[in-house]
């Protein structure tokens, strides 16, 4: 099993560019999570969805910030416009169903500076 | 609001003695606990959970410790091993299944040999 797929892994834009970062979620999982890291606030979830459907956008720090999940096997989270604040690593994660007391598999991550 | 807390950005210890990794949380409603590994440039990995009617859970060297009247957690490893070297996240979840994995804010672990 390749797990989860993250890419890129790093990236490095200018401030007020666009940023796509993707994610292929580990095959016949149904949840898949965004999560943001910093040393300041560790780990944060921005957002999850099940099925494809957004269950819970309440992390997403601004409207600047966006993702879909076309179909079971990817999604995206999109920054436009990129500020140097939002320098982190992203996280993607999915587990095999709905529901807090399933694990989590996370991906290697990416690595976004915003210059 | 940081609902679930690791104050210890760093933790330092020799081989084979004992690791100690603390989280508190201030949710009375979170009723399972998690705590999950991570090493540079990888996705961090789950490690061992614990329910909140049990106050212990133990896995061979890692054993998981709750005192719910303190709303504090511990990851205990022994012994350390140089291996065991990594940033550790403390999780917290329940109030309705939702799905959704509150994390601290990591410690990192260094076993020296």
């Known amino acids: 099993d390749a797990g989860v797929i993250q890419s890129p892994r790093h990236e490095v834009t200018e401030m007020g560019q666009e940023v796509t970062l993707r994610c292929k979620p580990i095959?016949?999982?149904?949840?898949l999570f965004w999560y943001r890291q910093t040393m300041m606030r560790g780990l944060e979830l921005l957002i999850y969805?099940?099925?494809?459907?957004?269950?819970?956008d309440s992390g997403m720090p601004e409207d600047r910030f966006s993702a879909k999940m076309p179909n079971a096997s990817f999604s995206t989270l999109k920054i436009q416009p990129s500020e140097p604040r939002d320098s982190a690593v992203y996280f993607c994660?999915?587990?095999?169903?709905?529901?807090?007391?399933?694990?989590?598999?996370f991906g290697p991550g990416t690595r976004l500076t915003v210059l | 609001d940081q609902q679930v807390k690791q104050n210890s950005p760093s933790l330092s210890v020799q081989e084979g003695r004992i690791s100690i990794l603390n989280c508190d949380y201030t949710?009375?409603?979170?009723?399972?606990f998690l705590w999950y590994k991570k090493y540079p440039a990888e996705g961090p990995t789950f490690l061992i959970s614990?329910?909140?009617?049990?106050d212990k859970n133990e896995d061979g060297r890692f054993t998981v410790f709750l005192n719910k009247s303190a709303k504090h957690l511990s990851l205990h490893i022994v012994p350390s091993q140089p291996g065991d070297s990594a940033v550790y996240f403390c999780?917290?979840?329940?109030?309705?299944?939702?799905?959704?994995?509150?994390f601290g804010q990591g410690t990192t672990l260094q076993v020296k040999p």
């Open positions: 949710n009375s409603m979170f009723d399972y």
């Open positions: 999780a917290a979840t329940g109030s309705g299944n939702t799905g959704k994995l509150i």
């Open positions: 969805f099940n099925n494809n459907v957004p269950i819970d």
């Open positions: 994660a999915s587990s095999l169903s709905f529901g807090s007391y399933n694990e989590q598999f």
């Open positions: 614990i329910s909140s009617i049990k």
């Open positions: 095959s016949g999982h149904n949840s």
